[in-house]
């Protein structure tokens, strides 16, 4: 069955960085458009940055500038680099593979690895 394994979660100062790595199994990977979403608590999840098939990437405006997402087909992994944290980035992120063609839609999401920003 498809899985998708986040890591590299952790605790940052402000200014800091991490890295999130998703990786993924079960599924043609390369077909799929793999996001990062986030949840803090209290507030809903909400879209982060989303890299499609094709190597295209959108980012929230929140995070423009600081975050890149990438993919390596290769290995079955998306990252989330995230530099110049503020603590308002802490929150849960988790990982989305999504893929759709006609009626047929699938989505996957990993199960969530926490990031604190705090000094």
């Known amino acids: 069955q498809v899985q998708l394994m986040e890591s590299g979660g952790g605790l940052v100062q402000p200014g800091g960085s991490l890295r999130l790595s998703c990786a993924a199994s079960?599924?043609?990977?390369?077909?799929?458009?793999m996001s990062w979403y986030r949840q803090a608590p209290g507030k809903q999840r909400e879209l982060v940055a989303v890299?499609?098939?094709?190597?295209?990437?959108n980012y929230a405006a929140s995070v423009k500038g600081r975050f890149t997402i990438f993919r390596d087909n290769a290995k079955n992994t998306v990252y989330l680099q995230m530099n110049s944290l503020k603590r308002e980035d802490t929150a849960v992120y988790y990982c989305?593979?999504?893929?759709?063609?006609?009626?047929?839609?699938?989505?996957?999401w990993g199960q969530g690895t926490q990031v604190t920003v705090s000094s």
């Open positions: 989305n593979a999504h893929y759709e063609m006609g009626d047929l839609v699938d989505d996957y």
């Open positions: 079960g599924m043609i990977f390369e077909i799929y458009a």
């Open positions: 890299i499609t098939k094709g190597g295209n990437t």
